[in-house]
Structure formats: C-alpha cells, structure tokens
C-alpha cells in the first residue's frame, strides 16, 4: 500500500520493534539490547577464575572483567567450552565480556513480545538480572537481561 492511501490508523497500529543479541546457555535462551554490544570474538583467555564466575581478560590494551552467568542462572550450567566473548558497556561506560560456548544471534523482536515475569515465578531464587521474558514461539521464551543487575549479582555471590 502507497504512503499516500494509508489511514493514520494503520500507521499507529505498528508495533516497535527491539534488536537483541541473543546466546544459550544450558537449556535457556538469554538477550541482551543490541546498543549494549560493542564486539564478539572467538579468541580470548581468561584470567584469574574466581568461584564467582568472575574472571580477566584483555580485550585491545584494556583489561575487562570477565561474568559467566552460568554461574548465576540453575538452568544455565553449561560444561562446553566458552568458545565467543561478547564484549558488552555499561551504562557507566564500563565493559564486561560474556563468554558463551556458540556464537550469538541477532534478533528483531516486537515490543509486544516482551511481557512481565509472573509472580509466582519471582518468589523462587529469581535473579533480579532477569528483566522480562520474551515470548518467541508459542511454546519458548527468552530471558531479557539487565546488565548492569547482572553484575550486582555477582557480587552478591561473593
């Protein structure tokens, strides 16, 4: 249909979208906002592992902090080998990598697929780095993390 015959209706009937980088874990699916990833890389060696998931690694003459959310998330243990790194900023301009056994996928989600965790759910052991859920398909979700929440667990854990 032609901009010129299209009703105002139409118009404000679309629905926002959100581009998110997307990894699994174990048996779950996670995303994190596209704006938040600065790189993915496959080669990088982690330094001075705490029983925390915490680590080192130096990423171009800068050392970052290394979080395995595995190590946060039940459902996430996950023996393979952390093959890729998403290097990710804070909102205080700090960087974190994620390291993750496969490489990451780009997703365009609508705004409408991003919905509430229920209650209920929220009373077990939920972490506070889980913001919403995110309906893929009928029968999946996906976790929507807070990065910055995601750190603070971390350190909870300590």
Same mark, same amino acid.
């Given at each position: 249909?032609? $901009?010129?015959?299209?009703?105002? $209706? ?13 990894? +699994?874990?174990?048996? =779950?699916?996670?995303? *994190?906002?596209?704006?938040?990833? +600065? ?14 998931? $915490? ?11 290394? *979080?395995?959310?595995?190590? @946060? ?26 390291? *993750?056994?496969? @490489? ?6 609508? =705004?409408?697929?991003?919905?509430? @965790?229920?209650?209920?759910? +929220? ?7 889980? +913001? ?8 999946? @979700? ?17």
């Amino acid at each position: 249909m032609s $901009r010129r015959f299209r009703s105002k $209706r139409y118009l404000a009937t679309r629905t926002p979208m959100r581009k998110l980088v997307s990894f +699994q874990l174990g048996n =779950e699916r996670y995303a *994190i906002s596209i704006d938040r990833v +600065q790189h993915v890389i496959n080669e990088f060696t982690p330094h001075g592992v705490l029983h925390s998931g $915490r680590s080192l690694v130096e990423y171009k003459n800068e050392i970052i902090t290394l *979080i395995d959310p595995a190590k @946060i998330f039940i459902s996430s243990h996950d023996e393979r080998e952390r093959q890729y790194l998403i290097i990710c900023t804070l909102k205080e301009g700090q960087r974190i990598g994620i390291p *993750i056994p496969e @490489i990451p996928t780009v997703l365009e989600i609508a =705004e409408d697929k991003f919905g509430k @965790i229920p209650e209920l759910y +929220q009373q077990g052991n939920l972490s506070s780095a889980i +913001q919403n859920i995110i309906q893929i398909t009928n029968d999946k @979700i996906m976790f929507y993390l807070d990065l910055e929440e995601l750190v603070n667990q971390l350190v909870i854990i300590d």
